[in-house]
């Protein structure tokens, strides 16, 4: 058989595009492993929500800019998207886990980071005209929050959730079969074309499926399948794993759990603190994130401890006797200038739809709306040109503005983690590491720099470094 389409990944992404290709009436398969093991999609605590994660850094560029417009249409969709996947899964089951999202400002960050996003958060929210309502603190009843990392500010977006990823990729799969698409329960290993055009995908058996058309979403593993494809792949912004550990908690008999998403501003590279009510009595705590030469599978004690103390201390001191459940870990996928790759990929009917970041789950609906239209010839409102998969580095903010910046989120690590500097050693710890960031970037490109993430991670990892010193040279 040869499909329409051929859509390589079963995480948010992958399954909302395949299921709302089928339900336009391709034949569609769909390709990918259900277990989803350490896929960012079934870790995540699927915050349905965009303002919460605003960033200065994120609003300082078009770029920028244009993904939270992303995030904010694709807000509008989820009702109508939900209703869709439980009519068509015939699964009844309760789609959104928590209604409204709680920001919190608290102590225990650094100023130039919590307090400089969380009143950029204020602002967008302001700027786009979206219902939220400052609170005191005191009135946030389920907080029991260490005194020395207590909460100083608060705000309530009504509007922004939370899902149950889990229900959400169970439904996916069951309404794409509905739909007349098939699922093959194995992984991809290449793909398979015939002069400039895609013809299929090759899995890890040696088996071929035939395709007209393959959208590969399969998150950090995307450009894996590229390997044959040089002419292609090294144009490609280069994918890192932003592995990251969540934490499902069962709460002691007695005590409850929040009705709403609590969580920081995003801090020091991560995504920050955050809580997302699964059930009566079940807890998700998330999340960390922590750049890795290559995809992790299992979580470090380092990362648990650190995630556990920051639940107990900033959240609530009740949750040191709360029973683990589950640990989870996942690994997002992180483009080598921090914004998507979505879009045709230099050879007739191939298509990539990955490097979302914390995004892909949000913007699922979205991104399956706008593929759909781009298979079938439809013109879409969105324009996503901009983050063509085959393109230049992206640049957020200025190249001296990205070394200030990483700095910072550097010694807002520190502060989170309440390390004890005495005041004489800061400005020395400001200058070598400007100075050592600096030569880094000087070293790869006289012009492309990376996201602030990337430059202090790829300073401690030679991998990373040699990955994006290529990528810029397949563009100078």
């Known amino acids: 058989m040869i499909y329409d389409v051929v859509v390589v990944g079963s995480g948010a992404i992958g399954g909302s595009i395949a299921f709302e290709l089928a339900s336009r009436g391709l034949k569609v398969c769909r390709v990918g492993e259900t277990v989803r093991t350490n896929a960012a999609s079934k870790a995540a605590g699927a915050m349905n929500g965009c303002f919460g994660e605003v960033t200065a850094g994120l609003m300082a560029s078009e770029h920028g800019r244009l993904k939270l417009q992303m995030d904010i249409q694709a807000k509008g969709m989820w009702d109508a998207w939900s209703e869709r996947l439980t009519n068509a899964s015939g699964d009844t089951r309760p789609l959104f886990a928590a209604h409204g999202t709680h ?9 130039d980071i919590d307090s400089v996003n969380y009143a950029a958060i204020m602002q967008a929210l302001d700027d786009h005209g979206e219902p939220s309502t400052v609170v ?62 895609i013809s299929g995908v090759e899995l890890e058996s040696g088996e071929v499926i035939s395709g007209k058309q393959v959208v590969v979403a399969a998150g950090v593993h995307s450009l894996g399948l590229f390997d044959s494809l040089h002419d292609v792949k090294d144009l490609i912004p280069p994918l ?6 969540s934490i499902l908690v069962k709460v002691k008999p007695g005590h409850t759990v929040p009705s709403t998403v609590i969580r920081t501003p995003n801090r020091a590279f991560a995504c920050g603190l955050h809580c997302v009510p699964r059930s009566p009595e079940l807890l998700y ?20 401890q650190f995630l556990l103390d920051c639940a107990v201390d900033q959240l609530n001191l009740d949750l040191h006797d709360a029973e683990i459940m589950s640990i989870q ?20 009917g191939l298509w990539m739809a990955t490097g979302t970041y914390r995004d892909g789950l949000h913007q699922s609906p979205l991104l399956a709306n706008w593929m759909a239209d781009q298979i079938l010839g439809i ?60 030569d880094l970037i000087n070293s790869l490109h006289p012009e492309f720099t990376p996201p602030p993430e990337l430059i202090a991670f790829a300073y401690l990892y030679p991998s990373m470094y040699d990955r994006l010193a290529r990528y810029y040279g397949a563009w100078s």
């Open 103 to 111: 920001v919190i400002l608290n102590s225990a960050g650094m100023a």
């Open 136 to 197: 005191n603190p005191s009135e946030l009843d389920w907080i029991k929050a260490n005194d020395l990392v207590r909460p100083l500010q608060a705000l309530l977006i009504a509007n922004e959730h939370a899902l149950n990823s889990h229900v959400l990729l169970e439904k996916l799969d069951k309404a794409l079969l509905s739909s007349s698409g098939d699922v093959v329960e194995a992984n991809a290993r290449t793909l398979v074309t015939e002069q400039r055009a």
């Open 240 to 245: 890192f794993a932003g592995y990251g550990v």
């Open 285 to 304: 705590l998330g999340a960390t994130n922590i750049l890795a030469e290559e995809p992790r599978s299992h979580a470090l004690v380092s990362d648990v």
């Open 329 to 348: 870990v996942g690994n997002r996928p992180i483009p080598a200038d921090g914004f998507p790759l979505i879009g045709p990929c230099g050879y007739k």
């Open 379 to 438: 013109a879409n409102d969105i324009d996503l040109s901009r983050f063509t998969p085959m393109r230049k580095p992206l640049q957020g903010i200025s190249r001296s503005m990205t070394v200030v910046e990483t700095v910072k989120q550097m010694f807002a690590t520190g502060y989170e983690y309440r390390w004890n500097i005495k005041p004489y050693w800061l400005p020395l710890l400001d200058k070598g590491m400007t100075n050592n960031y600096e």
